[in-house]
């Protein structure tokens, strides 16, 4: 069926479409005649893109459909004009099926599936795309009914198409029950694989519903099993756990995982690191760091300046100075975050005799303190009996 059978009847109201068209490099060509196709005009706009002379090359029509996301009735115009002379890619039919749904153009959108069909383009990209449109304008019930006909249209439904919707849905914020009762109703017909409970763990990752979470793990181990190649899964379910306040259970199955070889990533241990130093939980913390270490993860200078920090907070200056030494043979260096955090620790306990000393480290190190904490040292000093080093300290100041 040529491009001209896409219906241009229904009158949409357009979403606000979010675009990185601006950065991208688009031919003069293809910006002339997106010009064209969108200035006010009373002239025929057909006539004056053949004036042109400009050939509607496969590049062409792709690059000016890019153009078009915000201007659907344009590029309608320019897709008919485009395909009477020139045979279309199945690129620029998946690219006019997308930027339809992104307008909320469905009858179009969905004439265009058709057609797609009869020219025998339609792929599992037209309905990837199809999913999104109507997941963004939080039609999910019509998304899942895209999925329902796909084979009517000569698509395989396949675990890849279930994983695109689940995708798609669980994209949009809190609809990861609504992704659920779709999984729960097709995972007998189509065996789910690890991605399939990776989108939904990151789902509840997001949600922060830890019960759900769990559920979803239990069946994804007893499923799919354990394997190293299931990383992101792993990670959505221990970061689940750790934000919810659970991390004595995190542990527990970091524990597991380790003995199965399906530790997760660094990725993972800095981001509940800094999520565990914000609750100011130390017993977790240094139960993951030792996991950590204990599997041969080497932490970087951010994991260790959370661990000092938490240390620091607890008034734990030994176990601070401990991993400022051991930083260096990891190849973290200590930086000035690293000794404002021990510094204001000594000055907090009245370490009189250590704050001096960790002054000139840090001047050594080019990390000169503040001087709010320079200030606050110099008072500590006065108090605790050693006034000639807090001189020291006003001339840093003065």
Avoid at 168 to 186: V, W
Wanted: aromatic share 10%.
């Amino acid at each position: 069926m040529e491009a001209a059978t896409v219906n241009t009847n229904l009158k949409a109201s357009k979403p606000q479409l979010e675009s990185s068209l601006d950065s991208q490099d688009f031919s003069p060509s293809a910006r002339l005649l997106f010009e064209i196709i969108t200035r006010p005009s009373s002239h025929d706009v057909e006539s004056a893109l053949s004036s042109t002379g400009i050939p509607p090359t496969h590049d062409i029509v792709h690059e000016v459909l890019k153009l078009c996301y915000e201007n659907a009735t344009a590029a309608i115009t320019f897709f008919r004009w485009a395909g009477r002379t020139h045979k279309l890619t199945s690129y620029a039919w998946n690219l006019m099926v997308d930027l339809l749904g992104k307008n909320w153009m469905y009858e179009p959108m969905w004439d265009a599936v058709r057609s797609m069909k009869q020219e025998d383009m339609l792929s599992m990209t037209t309905f990837v795309s199809v999913f999104g449109s109507y997941c963004m304008a939080g039609k999910f019930n019509e998304a899942i009914k895209s999925f329902d006909v796909m084979d009517k249209y000569g698509v395989q439904q396949d675990v890849f198409m279930v994983n695109s919707l689940l995708r798609a849905i669980c994209h949009e914020e809190n609809q990861t029950t609504k992704a659920l009762e779709f999984f729960d109703k097709i995972k007998l017909k189509i065996p789910p694989n690890a991605d399939t409970y990776a989108i939904l763990l990151e789902g509840w990752e997001k949600e922060g519903n830890v019960a759900k979470a769990k559920t979803t793990f239990d069946e994804m181990v007893n499923r799919v099993g354990w394997s190293p190649e299931n990383m992101s899964a792993y990670d959505s379910f221990l970061t689940t756990l750790v934000r919810g306040l659970q991390a004595d259970e995190a542990v527990k199955f970091l524990q597991v995982m380790k003995g199965k070889n399906c530790l997760p990533g660094l990725n993972f241990f800095s981001n509940a690191l800094d999520t565990l130093a914000k609750q100011n939980d130390s017993t977790h913390a240094i139960s993951l760091w030792d996991i950590m270490a204990s599997s041969g993860l080497l932490p970087n200078s951010i994991m260790y300046n959370a661990m000092i920090g938490l240390h620091c907070n607890n008034n734990d200056v030994d176990n601070a100075f401990r991993l400022l030494d051991e930083m260096v043979f990891n190849g973290a260096f200590p930086d000035f975050l690293t000794f404002s955090i021990i510094f204001r620790c000594l000055i907090k306990n009245k370490k009189v005799h250590q704050v001096g000393k960790f002054f000139y480290e840090m001047i050594k190190n080019e990390c000169p303190p503040t001087p709010f904490d320079c200030s606050a040292a110099i008072m500590t000093l006065t108090d605790g009996g050693d006034p000639e080093m807090a001189i020291e300290i006003w001339k840093l100041l003065s």
